[in-house]
């Protein structure tokens, strides 16, 4: 408990997931070293105002669920004020009800289970063809090779983006989620990336809207709400945005995690190899044991959570990093157990933002864990190799290599 002092209820820290050194170096246990001291904390020192940090899971939960204390006005927590005044919300994500119903109504369907679960077959022949081309490598840069490669395929033909630009994308996903925050303290670095991908997004969707075509662009652009109204230009640039982010960062992290896992644990890889446990088995407990999003909230009025006042103004991150290994809510928390019963993760939030691309994350990282395991069954992580976790509010490991024999 070094970096806590009790602060009359609450407990002051000067912990910053973003900057934490030793979070870098083992990211899990730090949170749950943090979690055991107290649940909720709060720094004071390296925001513009208080941030304080949920980690408990009843108080995770409890702030997901109560979003008019809690507002989603914006998901970034350590912003600087300007920026914070200035910035056009992410829809849906950053809109508070009754607006957000409107808008997440106007995209759900597309990533309903019914429509993803059409989409299988498609994803199930990438996946086979994307690992049959690596498996005679024997060595491999998991993250950038396999990772990141699946979920941007997939995203970009879902959107109707060309696939040919995915370097490009990638490239800038990772400036904007992946910057250190030291590397770029006035967010200059994240908005010059932002404005090149608002002016490639702006000007695919001018297209779309000219010219319609089968896709989830042409549907953000044509399709009224339930108002009745289109969107407005702002309107659907701005969600194409924040699908842009969540669908090319979040699914590639989780499989970052899940493999550096698998690749120290042949014991465990065997269940998935003799088919002792299913690949929804395993990716639900490491979806759990290896949450990736810790995401913010805007105070709007005096409350408590935590036992801790927490005052209008204030920010709360709610890391699910956290909350999903706390061991009031799960029997050995620590522990990785494929199968595990009951397993009510909120690594997918929860309430009114819970993730509307579950599904189709879902189905990704199952069959990924199948298909590879097929394959690949025996991996490892190198001994020369070091591996850097970006902790932040979507972690995920920069690089994980990887290595395999090949036999001819
Ligand atoms: C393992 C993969 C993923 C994880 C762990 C994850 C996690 C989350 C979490 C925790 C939230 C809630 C954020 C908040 O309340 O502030 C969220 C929201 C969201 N996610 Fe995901 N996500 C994943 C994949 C995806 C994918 C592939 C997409 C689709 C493109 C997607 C689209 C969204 C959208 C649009 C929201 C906002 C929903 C709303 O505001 O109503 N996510 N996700």
Redesign the pocket.
């Known amino acids: 408990m070094s970096e806590t002092a009790p602060s009359g209820s609450a407990y002051d820290t000067t912990f910053d997931h973003r900057t934490d050194e030793a979070a870098r170096a083992d990211q899990f246990g730090r949170w749950d070293e943090l979690r055991n001291a107290c649940p909720v904390q709060v720094n004071r020192t390296s925001a513009p105002r208080p941030v304080w940090y949920v980690l408990g899971y009843d108080e995770v939960l409890t702030a997901?669920q109560d979003w008019e204390t809690f507002s989603?006005d914006s998901?970034e927590a350590f912003e600087p004020d300007e920026a914070y005044e200035k910035k056009k919300r992410?829809?849906?994500?950053?809109?508070d009800p009754p607006m957000?119903t409107e808008?997440?109504a106007l995209?759900?369907s597309h990533?309903g289970p019914k429509a993803i679960a059409e989409r299988a077959d498609d994803i199930r022949q990438l996946a086979c063809d994307l690992i049959d081309a690596l498996a005679s490598k024997g060595r491999i840069e998991f993250v950038a090779e396999f990772a990141k490669d699946l979920?941007t395929r997939?995203?970009l033909d879902?959107m109707g983006m060309p696939v040919d630009d995915a370097p490009m994308l990638l490239a800038w996903i990772d400036s904007l989620m992946h910057t250190k925050p030291e590397d770029d303290p006035d967010f200059a670095i994240r908005l010059g990336v932002r404005k090149k991908v608002m002016g490639y997004l702006a000007a695919m969707l001018a297209d779309r809207r000219a010219d319609p075509r089968d896709d989830l662009m042409s549907v953000i652009v044509t399709e009224p709400l339930k108002s009745g109204r289109p969107m407005t230009d702002e309107e659907a640039l701005s969600?194409t945005f924040?699908?842009?982010m969540?669908?090319?960062d979040?699914?590639a992290?989780?499989?970052g995690y899940t493999f550096r896992y698998l690749a120290a644990h042949p014991e465990q890889r065997a269940l998935i190899v003799d088919g002792t446990v299913t690949p929804r088995e395993v990716s639900e407990e490491m979806?759990r044991a290896r949450?990736?999003?810790n995401?913010?909230?805007v105070v709007k009025s005096d409350t408590e959570l935590g036992g801790c006042p927490i005052k209008a103004g204030d920010r709360v991150v709610?890391s699910?990093a956290a909350a999903n290994r706390d061991r009031d809510e799960f029997e050995d928390a620590e522990d990785i157990v494929f199968g595990r019963s009951p397993n009510r993760h909120?690594?997918?939030?929860?309430?009114?933002?819970?993730?509307?691309?579950?599904h189709?994350?879902?189905l990704?990282?199952e069959i990924v864990i199948e298909e590879w395991h097929k394959r690949i069954p025996d991996y490892r992580v190198p001994g020369d190799a070091t591996i850097e976790d970006h902790v932040g509010s979507?972690s995920g490991l920069t690089a994980l290599p990887l290595k395999w024999d090949v036999t001819d």
Not at 346 to 358: K, T
Request: some cysteine; proline content about 3%.
């Open positions: 997901f989603s998901v992410w829809i849906p994500v950053e809109i957000h808008y997440r995209i759900s990533f979920p997939v995203f879902i969600m924040q699908l842009w969540a669908g090319l979040t699914v992290n989780a499989l979806l949450s990736v999003v995401t913010s909230r709610l699910t909120i690594a997918f939030g929860a309430g009114r933002h819970r993730c509307l691309g579950s189709l994350a879902r990704e990282l979507v």
